[in-house]
């Protein structure tokens, strides 16, 4: 009798056990299932990175409440933050939580709108932020960049920051680009710098900073007289769409 009470005993231990993984899922799960955070959360899903106060009209929540939201989704390791001047940008925690996403939309069958930016037309394309390129252009430079592998991510440094292949240093070289220079500046050498305007990264420190100068330097974009924008010209979507696979 004792060892019948002993083995039912075990038998109801190891149905209520829970492992780490269930209790992983519950969290996820929970902090995706809350309607302000899933909004918060397919807002993202197109890639562009958000502001809290933008996040909140999205959720439909005051800013305090956003906050709280978007402090749960961080900690279950569904977002990422990143700093860009006095203002803290949103954006989704990497591929495998689009997926995971996008199956559950096939699921639900929802739709999502598209995000639009608010900049003007001209600044949007290209534009000069600080020393560096902007931009719809810059961005698609950075990709271009990353797809060539001449730049990769610095193993053990900042997330953002970004290390020159030796086949981009080539490259680069082979374009005029003094290298060397841009490794000595006492600054960050590259990095993904978030755009304003297109809300993904375009690539900033002393690597864009002498991108850019190569591109006007060679007439691939000129400088406008009274503004930062920047005008592409035919030679430099040529030369650009040659050399980078860029379709400008």
Known sequence: MPVAKQGHFAYRQTMHAVTSEEMAVSRIAAAIGEPARARILYCLLDGHARTGT???????VTPSTASVHLNRL???HLIEVQAQGRHRYFSLGGPKVARALEDLSVL????????VPGAPARLRAARSCYDHMAGAVAVQLHNRFLALRWIGA??????????????????LAALGMDVDAARSMRRRFAYGCL???ERRPHL??????????LTLKKRWVDRDLDSRALTVTALGRR???ARFGAEL
């Open 54 to 60: 933008e996040l909140a009209i999205v959720a439909e």
């Open 74 to 76: 961080k900690e279950e």
């Open 108 to 115: 639900a069958g929802g739709t999502r709108t598209a995000f």
């Open 154 to 171: 610095e193993r053990g440094g900042r997330r953002d920051a970004y290390n020159l292949t030796p086949a981009g240093a080539q490259a």
């Open 195 to 197: 755009d304003w305007s």
């Open 204 to 213: 900033g420190g002393a690597l864009g900073a002498a991108l850019l100068s």
């Open 239 to 241: 030369e650009m769409r």
